[in-house]
Nanobody, 124 residues
Framework: QIQLVESGGGLVQAGGSLNLSCVIS????????MGWFRQAPGKQRELVAI???????KYGDSVKDRFTISRGNAENMVYLEMKNMKSEDTGTYYC??????????????????WGKGTLVTVSG
């Protein structure tokens, strides 16, 4: 069973910063996409950022210029640096893994495996 485990969520002040990390137990695709999606209560799950093994990146419009995604050298880790956080960033952040083509549209339904999520709350 492939597992993804997120860490780093918590409470942060508006305008502050928070970093998330995710580790995957194993990879089944030679090339792949790993990324972050978030979901607020009553809202659809949406793209935060996704990155391929070759370094292609796609960001959700609402986080461009504030968040940065990166992949670990071992390619079993993915990170998210969040800066200048806003109240609308509040939600559960999920790490996800899929085929490399998932980066094209950044759709949640294109991801194959998901972590349980980590809660991020922005106070303001």
């Amino acid at each position: 069973q492939i597992q993804l485990v997120e860490s780093g969520g918590g409470l942060v002040q508006a305008g502050g910063s928070l970093n998330l990390s995710c580790v995957i137990s194993e990879s089944i695709f030679m090339v792949n996409s790993m990324g972050w999606f978030r979901q607020a209560p009553g809202k659809q799950r949406e793209l935060v950022a996704i990155m391929t093994t070759e370094g292609r990146v796609k960001y959700g419009d609402s986080v461009k210029d504030r968040f940065t995604i990166s992949r670990g050298n071992a390619e079993n880790m993915v990170y998210l640096e969040m800066k200048n956080m806003k109240s609308e960033d509040t939600g559960t952040y999920y790490c996800a893994y899929g085929r490399i083509s998932a980066v094209d549209e950044g759709l949640p339904e294109d991801m194959n495996f998901w972590g349980k999520g980590t809660l991020v709350t922005v106070s303001g």
